[in-house]
């Protein structure tokens, strides 16, 4: 209810319950026995739709050193737990009126609980539905001073910064060398602004700290409806297409690109019919196996295609280009290895035992070594580019997100963050620079903007109560 509005709820009604109804009535035309048709449907739906729950419960369990939480072994009981009823119900010769009364009552008991949840949910977020997004920041009178260079704004999603690899234990030097002899500025203690990756990115398009918004939106508020907003809204994009630039999306799982209000072209768009809850909903089904498979499938061709296209973005177009870039690296799930090998999350490319760790640095080095291409070709072709390369918050490996303790804070909120601005010096990006003041900088010295440059500071929230902000700027600070 937080991430989704009620339209889409459609799909998968018009998938599950056609498909249902047609299983009952042919099992009502063979058995000649509507009650038990409608039992048998009712089993079969529970157990089928509950199946990810209890995998999810009791993944990775082990029994003398045997991995039980499989799906090898726990798919054998669910589908007895569907047989054996169906073959009891056939063949009873049991009235199922009474069964059949109870049944209902309780379908009729979860449909209120659903609905009261959903109305109770409603009242909450109904005022602030009606929030401005176009107040937060008004466009800024901005001219072309050096030539109208092409702009990469790249997020690499969840990949930190120096206290995360502290953490990690991991010597990402020789990257921090590549960028720096291709002339990137890079902050030494630069930090996240948010630890969740829409209000992290919202806040970097935005310009603009989104604690004003929480008095607006509710701190007890749990949608995430309007920060995608602000999202598809930015100022940014905005100021990019004043000044007459193209603006460009690379193909995100972070939210529907074709959502953004001024994008000229989507790069990687996967035309597909798409829908967040029927997905959810599949993945905690019995063939939520086949699904996670075929997801980690396509988004492994979606990494790979954006690492391809960004090369070529503008060569065919006589505007400058803005190119927003959001790639799932190292953000589980960790399908690559170190050199783009496909993996399944949770089998480990070697003999060792998965370690979510050591899947993240795979994921990292691959990351690496794509960016590094990536950049080389931006280069070659334009070295008058302007390059962003950001993390849009560090790891979450082993964080207590309601219970956070500094060293938690600084792994989350550490994140790699490196300039490519030839028209730049390097003291304009200060050592503890946050990315809400990225595009302040870039605006006020290429594009002749009066940006106030603003105090870097950071929050934590988490998703369970998304604008509940905690400003920890001071612990944050002290390391």
């Avoid at 234990?169 to 060398?177: A, L």
């Avoid at 492994?300 to 391809?308: E, M």
């Avoid at 370690?355 to 080389?376: G, H, M, P, S």
Wanted: a negative charge; hydrophobic letters at 40%; one cysteine or more.
């Amino acid at each position: 209810m937080k991430e989704l509005v009620p339209i889409d709820i459609l799909i998968p009604i018009l998938i599950i319950v056609p498909i249902s109804l047609t299983t009952f009535f042919i099992l009502k035309f063979i058995l000649k026995d509507s009650k038990k048709a409608a039992l048998i449907v009712s089993i079969g739906l529970v157990l089928f739709f509950t199946y990810g729950h209890f995998y999810n419960i009791l993944k990775g369990f082990t029994i003398l050193d045997e991995v039980i939480g499989r799906h090898r072994y726990l798919i054998i009981p669910f589908i007895l737990g569907i047989i054996i009823p169906i073959y009891f119900i056939i063949k009873s010769k049991i009235d199922f009126q009474n069964i059949t009364k109870i049944v209902n009552g309780i379908a009729i008991t979860l449909l209120i609980m659903i609905f009261v949840n959903i109305v109770t949910f409603g009242i909450t977020e109904i005022e602030s539905s009606t929030i401005n997004y176009e107040s937060m920041n008004d466009p800024m009178e901005l001219q072309n001073i050096y030539n109208t260079p092409d702009v990469y704004y790249i997020i690499l999603d969840e990949y930190g910064g120096s206290e995360t690899m502290k953490y990690l234990n991991y010597d990402n030097s020789q990257f921090f060398e590549f960028l720096k002899e291709k002339k990137f500025i890079i902050p030494e203690k630069s930090t996240s602004n948010y630890p969740i990756s829409q209000f992290s990115i919202a806040s970097s398009l935005n310009m603009e700290y989104l604690s004003d918004l929480s008095n607006s939106v509710g701190k007890n508020s749990k949608s995430y409806l309007h920060v995608n907003e602000m999202l598809y809204n930015n100022p940014v994009m905005k100021n990019f297409k004043s000044l007459e630039y193209d603006i460009v999306v690379v193909e995100s799982s972070l939210i529907p690109t074709e959502n953004f209000v001024l994008v000229d072209d989507i790069i990687c768009h996967n035309q597909k019919m798409d829908s967040m809850l029927l997905d959810t909903v599949a993945r905690a089904s019995m063939i939520g196996y086949f699904i996670e498979r075929y997801d980690e499938e396509e988004k492994r061709d979606q990494i790979k295609c954006a690492f391809s296209e960004i090369k070529t973005i503008g060569n065919n177009k006589d505007k400058p280009i803005f190119a927003f870039i959001h790639i799932l690296l190292p953000h589980p799930p960790n399908i690559f290895g170190p050199n783009g090998e496909s993996i399944i999350p949770g089998n480990s490319i070697s003999s060792e035992i998965w370690d979510e760790k050591i899947a993240y640095i795979d994921q990292l080095k691959f990351a690496n070594k794509e960016i590094t291409k990536v950049i080389e070709k931006i280069l070659d072709k334009n070295e008058k580019s302007i390059i962003i390369l950001q993390g849009d918050h560090g790891s979450g490996l082993d964080v207590d997100w309601k219970n956070p303790d500094e060293s938690m804070m600084l792994q989350r909120l550490s994140i790699l963050n490196a300039y490519y601005a030839p028209e730049i010096s390097e003291n304009q990006f200060h050592e503890n620079i946050t990315p809400v003041n990225s595009f302040r900088i870039i605006f006020n010295e290429y594009f002749n903007g009066n940006y106030e440059i603003l105090e870097d500071r950071n929050y934590w929230n988490n998703a369970d109560a998304p604008w509940d902000f905690h400003d920890v700027t001071e612990i944050i600070g002290r390391k």
